[in-house]
């Protein structure tokens, strides 16, 4: 099954990569659906320490599909290969998209 847009799923980012990790797909609907798309935009997600809020970072949880609770780094958008999505995992809320949207406009100095 193709990711849509604001999935999680599971992903090696990088080669190097011990664990898989959970990431956000951003690249747009119409984009994962075209059959040549071989690149796909995420940002990268790891497991958050209890309490912790660092810059540019926002904090998914179970209403978002996750077993634990995850920070999702917005100072980076990565290019990875579409064939290195995972299973699906969650699907980020709402509120929380509209959180995500203003922390990259805020990361990359975006004028909205």
Not at 2 to 15: A, L
Not at 53 to 70: F, K, M
Request: proline share 5%; hydrophobic share 40%; glycine share 6%.
């Amino acid at each position: 099954m193709k990711p849509k847009q604001w999935d999680i799923v599971w992903m090696r980012v990088r080669p190097t990569d011990r664990d898989k990790h959970p990431v956000i797909i951003l690249s747009p609907d119409d984009i994962l659906a075209d059959a040549s798309t071989t690149h796909i935009n995420i940002l990268y997600g790891s497991t958050a320490r209890t309490g912790e809020q660092r810059p540019l970072r926002v904090l998914l949880n179970g209403s978002d599909g996750l077993e634990r609770l995850t920070t999702i780094n917005c100072r980076f958008i990565h290019l990875v290969p579409l064939a290195n999505c995972g299973e699906k995992i969650g699907s980020v809320s709402a509120v929380r998209r509209r959180q995500i949207s203003r922390t990259l406009a805020q990361s990359l100095r975006l004028m909205l």
